[in-house]
């Protein structure tokens, strides 16, 4: 592809999520077993620990958040420089289609990244519960019903993620459809190649194989929430 592709993600980003993923597993696990015990004594040793880790998550990921809302903002900024540009004919029209589609995603991103800081908060004071439970100050029966109603809310979040994941699959599939057309136009004046256009056509393909799997996804989610 001769754009700019945001969709290939950096390694070390995926390996944050993967880890954050991991320990929201063990945390559920750990929550789950806190809230059934009745003689814990171990988790005494074990919950500061894993409170401060879950809170230093979330900080990190209220400053990713800032730090996205401000990239999203200086995105409009340029993208409303860039319009102007293309009222002028200016610049081509690949690059217009370009810059808006990045102004879009980092919106998305902002969007997605809220729901992400609201589920760890939630997770955040599951641990709180259960350790609460482990000292004594909270009753079982009073944990296990909060829990209960965090871990509801944490799986409606889990679809508006998959709402905002649809999103953004959704921007790339418009993008690789105009772009596409306009390879063929080109090709056919032997501006383009064959193979610029076997490219694009794959792009197309995958974008909405994207754009197709996270709508049945959501749709499927929305589903286990009413059952």
């Known amino acids: 592809m001769s754009h700019s592709d945001p969709r290939r993600t950096p390694l070390r980003p995926?390996?944050?999520?993967?880890?954050?993923?991991?320990?929201?597993?063990?945390?559920?696990?750990?929550?789950?077993?806190?809230a059934q015990a009745?003689?814990?004594?171990?988790?005494?040793?074990?919950?500061?620990l894993v409170?401060?880790?879950r809170?230093?998550?979330?900080?990190d990921s209220k400053v990713e958040l800032e730090l996205?809302?401000?990239?999203?903002?200086?995105?409009?900024?340029?993208?409303?420089?860039?319009?102007?540009?293309?009222?002028?004919?200016?610049?081509?029209?690949?690059?217009?289609?370009d810059y808006r589609r990045l102004r879009d995603r980092t919106k998305v991103r902002?969007?997605?990244?809220?729901?992400?800081i609201a589920q760890q908060k939630g997770i955040v004071e599951q641990y709180v519960l259960a350790c609460a439970q482990n000292r004594g100050a909270r009753t079982a029966t009073l944990v296990s019903a909060r829990v209960e109603e965090l871990q509801a809310e944490y799986r409606r979040l889990?679809?508006?993620?998959?709402?905002?994941?649809?999103?953004?699959a959704e921007i790339d599939r418009e993008f690789d459809e105009a772009i596409l057309?306009?390879?063929?136009?080109?090709?056919?004046q032997n501006i383009k190649t064959r193979y610029e256009l076997v490219v694009e056509e794959y792009d197309l393909s995958q974008s909405k194989a994207r754009s197709d799997s996270y709508r049945r996804r959501a749709m499927e989610c929305r589903k286990q929430l009413v059952n």
């Open 110 to 116: 902002v969007a997605r990244l809220t729901i992400q």
């Open 158 to 168: 889990d679809c508006e993620l998959l709402d905002r994941d649809s999103e953004v």
């Open 55 to 59: 809170q230093r998550l979330l900080e």
């Open 14 to 34: 995926r390996l944050a999520r993967l880890a954050r993923l991991t320990l929201c597993l063990a945390g559920a696990a750990f929550v789950s077993t806190a």
């Open 51 to 53: 409170e401060h880790e």
């Open 181 to 188: 057309q306009a390879t063929r136009t080109l090709a056919d």
């Open 68 to 97: 996205v809302e401000n990239e999203y903002l200086a995105r409009k900024k340029i993208f409303e420089m860039i319009e102007r540009l293309w009222a002028a004919h200016s610049i081509e029209r690949e690059t217009y289609l």
């Open 38 to 48: 009745s003689d814990t004594g171990g988790l005494d040793f074990v919950c500061p």
